[in-house]
Each structure stands twice: as C-alpha cells, then as structure tokens.
C-alpha cells in the first residue's frame, strides 16, 4: 500500500497548494430545487407562508424531494384545476387567528374593558403542487449526460453501504446507515469538474464518511474536538473523495473543487494549522478501509 500512500500525500500537498493560491468559493455541483431557496407560496392567494410554516414546508421540501415552492389545500388545487393524487401525504402548517371575547362580568373591574381578545391556532392540511396533477410545473433544468463509471459503480457495490438515490441532496445519515444521493440528472458539475466527476467525487465523498460508522472505524471526533465535529469530518471525507478519485482514475488530477470545499472548512478551524494534515491522516484509514472491501482480485496493486 506504500505506493498509494504516496500518492496521497502528494494530493494533499498539491491541494494545501491550491489553498494557499486562493482556492475560490466551492459551488454545489448540482441542481438545487426552488424550494429551498424561494419562500413557500399559496397556490390560491400567490402570497408567502409565514414564520414556522416557513420552516416546516421547507423541510418537508427537503425531505420528499419537491422544487416547487407552491402549496395548497385539497379543495384549492381542485379550484385551481388540478387534482392531487390519490394516496399523496398532506402536510400541516399552522394559522393564528386574533378573536375577541366577552369578559365574564366578575373578572371585569370598574373601568376595564368587558372585551378581551387571544390567538386561536388552527391547522390546515397542505399539498405540494407536485403531489397534484394538472398544474403547469415550470421549465426542469436540461438533464446532462452522466457516463458511467463502472469502476466506482463496482467499488461502492462491495462495500456493502446502502445508497438511496433521489431528492436534491447528498449526505450520509448514521441512524440509517445509508448514503443519500441526489438524482443523477441533477448534477451538472462546475467550472472546473464534469458531471460525471461531480457525481462520483460526491458518492465516494459520502462514502468515506460512512467509514466513521461505529461498526467500522468507529470515527468519532466529538469527545476530543467538541463543537468542531463536523468541520474535521468534512475535511475527512473530502480529502478521502480527492484520494479515491485518484485511486479510481475518476479523475486525471486532483480538481480545485475539492481545494474550495476544504478551503471553506479550513476557514472554520482557523486556530489550527494542523488540521488538514490530521485529517489527511484519518482519510487515508478510511480510504484504506475501503479498499479492504473489496475482493482480492480488484484491490489496488500494493
């Protein structure tokens, strides 16, 4: 394993390089969908949601998958045209209503006011516009060609991590033990990386974090680094996504996509110089144990 230690080492350095040039800002290499970014609006009133039924759409958004920022009830979408399918799952958002009320005549004092007003919440069951049929959804962004990669498609098959493709995010959840993955027609690269780089370099990104599981190596930063967990995570699993790219030849050189994203959370740990290097460290176990993974007769040559 000498050989590609080496190799590590070298892409390391080339991207502490790349970093101390002035990386850049790191842009996500795929699609993001209008409703995490546009305030969820009413199919009826064309009016904003507000306050937490902000939040709470937008994280339904998230979770279902859904672009479209546009909600409403049953009998709305059915006033506008449109029919929500059956079987779909409504969500709640919440409404304050100020009444008034009269006093009871022993709790009014001389002189008070025998009126006295309180906000009744009230639930209402909303949809989105893409759980209905019959509403002009607008333009999808043109869907680019990804080539398959079949030497990474192999290697994350035999690690035997679960990966779930679809929504417009990517990230590992240790609860589950599985690897969530935007769709593939989603991803669209940058400036300086294909889409199909982007999208594998994203996979194995999340593939290394999966290595911090307790039932593999057990990587776990919080007891020593407290509230810095996640930004010694990140450089972790973005320095072990530039050494699987080399090792599976997604890419000829190491990109300045993963210097940006590196960049970003080398911001983070300010105080320490040493922290790319640490994690250079624990990447290269965790790329290691991948490797270990996969049979014999495909292991990189030692």
Not at 93 to 115: L, M, S, W
Not at 184 to 189: K, T
Not at 190 to 197: H, I, V
Request: charged residues 25%.
């Amino acid at each position: 394993m000498t050989k590609r230690i080496d190799v590590h080492e070298e892409i390391t350095n080339r991207i502490i390089e790349a970093i101390e040039h002035g990386a850049g800002e790191f842009k996500l290499p795929w699609h993001r969908p209008a409703g995490s970014i546009t305030r969820p609006v009413n199919i009826q009133s064309k009016k904003g949601y507000r306050g937490i039924n902000v939040v709470t759409l937008w994280v339904e958004a998230q979770l279902r998958g859904y672009a479209s920022p546009v909600w409403g009830t049953y009998k709305q979408f059915q006033e506008a045209g449109c029919q929500v399918r059956k079987g779909e799952k409504a969500s709640l958002v919440v409404f304050y209503k100020e009444i008034e009320f009269e006093r009871a005549a022993a709790e009014v004092a001389d002189g008070d006011d025998a009126t006295a007003s309180a906000w009744l919440a009230r639930g209402y069951w909303v949809f989105n516009a893409e759980q209905a049929d019959g509403f002009a959804q607008p333009e999808r962004p043109p869907v680019v060609e990804i080539v398959r990669n079949d030497a990474v498609e192999a290697f994350m098959a035999n690690t035997g991590i679960e990966t779930k493709w679809g929504g417009h995010s990517a990230y590992y959840r240790p609860s589950e033990d599985a690897i969530q993955m935007p769709d593939r027609g989603l991803f669209i690269g940058t400036d300086t990386t294909s889409a199909t780089e982007a999208l594998y370099a994203t996979w194995l990104h999340e593939g290394v974090h999966a290595t911090g599981h307790k039932s593999r190596l057990d990587r776990n930063f919080a007891g020593k680094f407290g509230a810095e967990e996640r930004s010694r995570e990140e450089l972790v699993a973005e320095l072990g996504s530039a050494f699987l790219c080399a090792d599976l030849a997604v890419t000829p050189t190491p990109r300045d996509d993963h210097a940006h994203y590196i960049a970003h959370w080398l911001e983070i740990l300010k105080g320490d110089k040493k922290a790319i290097f640490t994690a250079a460290a624990a990447a290269n176990r965790a790329v290691e144990y991948l490797h270990g993974l996969q049979p014999a007769e495909t292991r990189q040559a030692a």
